[in-house]
């Protein structure tokens, strides 16, 4: 749905004629053939010139940075910010990095290890973008989601510049709120299926410490990548248990003792999928593996600041494993395959075999919370799918759930997969009822309250939570020009 020439000119008068684009041939190659422009902007102010223009024409619009998520409605104005790709500053003392939307992950944590320093990303990829928030392998040590950003730039979506916390006060990045009300949970929601509306220009990131080495000594040729050597100081270990019981009260202690810099809780087919090329291999891997793992488990990358704190942390972590009888996956100890995990586990390229071996499509419900809580109830979720397994609606996982230590395990991450054939229309409404049932579930039984589960029972529950954002979104976008992207996910 093509703009009308003159609305055409107006955009492209605030971006040149390089900048816009609505070539039918260009737009499949933006998610959908329907889109009204792709508009790439180079800085705050021709965002803002846009923004501006998609309320007087009143047309809808979405901000995109790496691209990895979205439905984008008939005629709505893509804001590709390819262009915004500066990192603007990375202060190593006060330990924050400051982002535009188009900076990959990896470009700023290959800038970040050479400096000692680290920052949470999220589990999608290294080449999403840093600014957005997520969560991912190093929540143990990075925190996840909603904890990491702290002042913002954002064009609201009537096209207002808004300069949150220290920025609007100081000029400095340092805080994400005050001074007075702050607006910090309003504008951290971007992750679907809350996002926050208006577009983000600059953020600035949360950074931790980083003991490992400035770069990885990575050898092979794709897709067989692995390492020279294991960075001195550093350790990964898989690590299996005969109970979900055990294997919860070890991640509790090495959240206790602060020792472990990634706590993972992958599932062995998880494992599989991770250090191995193609479906075969690892169908045959994940058999094996299956065999030698005695239960539930967990991977671990330990990484000391000298010889004396390795050793030290390498004892703890014996210790607790010993006393909840684990069992170290032999499989994790071949430098080989430990060094492909370690990288992919920090350089976080992971999840793309873990999530989309095989094929298929998933529903999945992801929950950040209490850890033996979301374990309880996720140990119900995997029963649950046990009959469509049976009817051979659902690929045949063993039930499996995964999940992570968050903070050294004051939070934590729990999430179960349902894999299926998006051709098989018995299969798609199977697992939308199992997925429905299951938040369900998890608020009547009260273990959480997801935003994927009966708003009209958890809403009231949250002081009536939905309805303010909703008053929200209407008051910051009268012109209804950002959709909130539950709609849009
Ligand atoms: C295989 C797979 C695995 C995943 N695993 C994880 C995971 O482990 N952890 C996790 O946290 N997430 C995960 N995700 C979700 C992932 O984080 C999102 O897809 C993420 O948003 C991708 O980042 P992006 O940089 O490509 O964002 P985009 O797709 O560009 O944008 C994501 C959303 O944010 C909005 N947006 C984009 N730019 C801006 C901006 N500048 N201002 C305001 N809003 C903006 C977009 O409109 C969109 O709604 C996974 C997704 C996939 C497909």
Redesign the pocket.
């Known amino acids: 749905m093509a703009l009308s020439k003159d609305i055409y000119k107006a955009f492209e008068d605030v971006v040149g004629v390089e900048n816009i684009c609505d070539d039918p041939a260009i737009m499949p190659a933006y998610h959908s053939a329907e889109l009204g422009a792709v508009i790439l902007p180079k800085n705050t102010a021709e965002v803002q010139a846009i923004v501006k223009l998609c309320n007087k024409y009143k047309l809808q619009f979405?901000?995109?940075?790496?691209?990895?998520?979205?439905m984008f409605p008939k005629g709505i104005i893509y804001l590709d910010?390819r262009r915004m790709n500066r990192i603007i500053e990375i202060n190593e003392k006060n330990m924050y990095a400051v982002v535009e939307?188009y900076v990959i992950s990896a470009q700023l944590q290959a800038e970040l290890f050479k400096r000692g320093l680290n920052f949470c990303i999220?589990?999608?990829g290294t080449n999403?973008?840093a600014?957005?928030r997520?969560?991912?392998h190093m929540d143990q040590t990075t925190g996840g989601d909603d904890r990491n950003h702290l002042a913002i730039e954002w064009v609201t979506p009537e096209g207002d510049i808004v300069r949150s916390g220290s920025l609007g006060s100081s000029d400095e990045w340092f805080c994400g709120d005050g001074p007075g009300p702050s607006l910090r949970s309003i504008l951290t929601s971007?992750?679907?299926p809350g996002?926050?509306p208006?577009?983000?220009t600059k953020a600035a990131v949360k950074l931790y410490h980083w003991a490992g080495p400035s770069v990885y000594p990575v050898v092979g040729v794709s897709p067989h990548y692995s390492l020279s050597e294991i960075p001195p100081n550093m350790m990964a270990r898989y690590f299996s248990f005969p109970s979900v019981e055990k294997m919860w009260q070890a991640e509790l202690k090495i959240g206790e003792s602060e020792i472990a810099f990634e706590l993972m809780g992958f599932n062995i087919s998880m494992v599989a999928a991770n250090i191995t090329t193609s479906n075969e291999e690892e169908e045959e891997t994940f058999n094996r593996l299956n065999k030698e793992v005695q239960g539930p488990g967990f991977f671990v990358i330990i990484a000391g600041d000298s010889p004396a704190d390795f050793e030290y942390k390498k004892r703890v972590l014996e210790k607790i494993v010993s006393e909840a009888d684990g069992k170290s996956l032999k499989a994790v100890e071949d430098p080989r395959i430990e060094g492909i995990l370690m990288c992919q586990c920090t350089r976080i390229s992971a999840?793309?075999r873990e999530?989309?071996r095989n094929g298929g499509a998933f529903n999945s419900i992801p929950i950040m919370g209490q850890r033996d809580l979301t374990i309880k109830w996720a140990i119900g979720a995997g029963k649950a799918k046990e009959p469509l397994i049976k009817k051979g609606l659902i690929m045949d996982d063993g039930g499996a759930f995964f999940g992570w230590g968050v903070e050294q395990g004051h939070l934590g991450k729990t999430e179960i997969f349902c894999k299926f054939d998006p051709g098989n229309s018995e299969a798609k409404a199977a697992v939308e009822g199992w997925q429905k049932e299951q938040n369900r579930r998890a608020f009547t039984e009260r273990y959480f309250a997801s935003t994927m589960g009966p708003q009209d029972e958890i809403g009231p529950a949250l002081l009536n939570y939905h309805l303010w954002w909703q008053k929200i979104t209407e008051a910051l976008d009268p012109n209804g020009v950002s959709p909130s992207?539950g709609s849009?996910v």
């Open positions: 979405r901000p995109v940075c790496t691209g990895w998520t979205g910010l939307p999220k589990g999608a999403c973008s600014l957005l997520g969560h991912g971007a992750v679907p996002v926050t208006g577009v983000f999840s793309i999530t989309f992207a849009l």
